[in-house]
T-cell receptor
Framework: DAGVIQSPRHEVTEMGQEVTLRCKPI?????LFWYRQTMMRGLELLIY????????DSGMPEDRFSAKMPNASFSTLKIQPSEPRDSAVYFC???????????????FGAGSRLTVL | AQSVTQPDIHITVSEGASLELRCNYS??????LFWYVQSPGQGLQLLLK??????LVQGIKGFEAEFKRSQSSFNLRKPSVHWSDAAEYFC?????????????FGKGTKLTVNP
């Protein structure tokens, strides 16, 4: 199992440019999460999908951010236009519910480090 | 609102010493609790979890944690720290809200291990 795969690992762009981050979840996982990590705010949940359907996007900072999950094996997080304050590490995580219930157990990707100049 | 507090931003211990990382949570019902570890430049890896039952849970890499409802705590422990344990540790509480499930993370505790 290759785990959760994110690309690119590093992205440097200029303010105003469009940024697209990609995620391939673990095969068979039916939930996918996008998190953002910064020194000031820690780990913040941006959006959560269940069976490819967005369930909760209340953490998306503003309309410049959008996320899609066209199929069970791929998701994107897009920022347009990007701003310096969007600089952060963006993590994708996937999960499936364990037998017997309980909360989702997340497996994280290695993250995409975004720098907006 | 649910929250997680990790009071210690940075802890330094000597290799071979014991370790305890503190975590306090705020949640109205029985929580799902997690500890994750993050090595530099890496994603988060699950160390252990508590859903129900025995309040002392064992995890990977020799870590354990104890759920204490009366203290709203879920502290992480290891009897003898190895240099490879140097990393950042995150406590998290999971809950269901409006049909979705979220993990709320603490701000993390960075562990330095001295030789």
């Amino acid at each position: 199992d290759a785990g959760v795969i994110q690309s690119p690992r590093h992205e440097v762009t200029e303010m105003g440019q469009e940024v697209t981050l990609r995620c391939k979840p673990i095969s068979g996982h039916n939930s996918l999460f996008w998190y953002r990590q910064t020194m000031m705010r820690g780990l913040e949940l941006l959006i959560y999908f269940n069976n490819n359907v967005p369930i909760d996007d209340s953490g998306m900072p503003e309309d410049r951010f959008s996320a899609k999950m066209p199929n069970a094996s791929f998701s994107t997080l897009k920022i347009q236009p990007s701003e310096p304050r969007d600089s952060a590490v963006y993590f994708c995580a996937s999960s499936s519910r364990e037998r017997g219930g309980g909360a989702n157990v997340l497996t994280f990707g290695a993250g995409s480090r975004l720098t907006v100049l | 609102a649910q929250s997680v507090t990790q009071p210690d931003i940075h802890i330094t211990v000597s290799e071979g010493a014991s370790l305890e990382l503190r975590c306090n949570y705020s949640y109205g019902a029985t929580p799902y609790l997690f500890w994750y570890v993050q090595s530099p430049g890496q994603g988060l890896q699950l160390l252990l979890k508590y859903f129900s039952g025995d309040t002392l849970v064992q995890g990977i890499k020799g870590f354990e944690a104890e759920f204490k409802r009366s203290q709203s705590s879920f502290n992480l422990r290891k009897p003898s720290v190895h240099w490879s344990d140097a990393a950042e540790y995150f406590c998290a509480v999971g809950h269901t809200q409006g049909g979705s499930e979220k993990l709320v993370f603490g701000k993390g505790t960075k562990l330095t291990v001295n030789p």
